[in-house]
């Protein structure tokens, strides 16, 4: 007589190293010139600000920075995603202006910020 097939689950938890952060700023004028060495320089001027020297000094990278839309892709390790967000939210100024960073998408897959279902268009039309 044959034995019953076995089931068997496989589940791995957060295979990834890194968490991916699709990210925008928002600034109260609005018609700032901004390049990526100064984007990353405000991020890591808020971590100082937040933790210190030390906080400061963990390793992200930005991986894509749009200049006209003033959003970016950050490449965090896993242990300091939440020390980047937290950062990234209580920051309230760049150059004596009030601004905010926006987080749009946090995902330990960088395809999946590739879409995003919010701003899907179809033709010219924006579908809400």
């Not at 896993?78 to 100024?93: D, I, P, Q, R």
């Amino acid at each position: 007589m044959e034995e019953p097939s076995k089931f068997e689950r496989y589940v791995y938890k957060n295979a990834s190293v890194y968490h991916y952060m699709k990210i925008s700023l928002v600034l109260e004028n609005g018609n700032k010139y901004i390049t990526d060495a100064q984007f990353k320089q405000l991020i890591i001027c808020g971590l100082k600000d937040l933790y210190g020297e030390v906080g400061a000094s963990f390793p992200f990278d930005l991986l894509k920075f749009d200049q006209n839309e003033l959003t970016g892709i950050l490449r965090v390790y896993n242990s300091g995603l939440v020390k980047l967000w937290s950062a990234l939210t209580l920051l309230g100024s760049y150059q004596n202006e009030a601004c905010a960073f926006r987080v749009t998408q946090v995902s330990p897959f960088l395809l999946a910020l590739s879409g995003n279902s919010r701003e899907l268009r179809f033709g010219d039309q924006l579908i809400w």
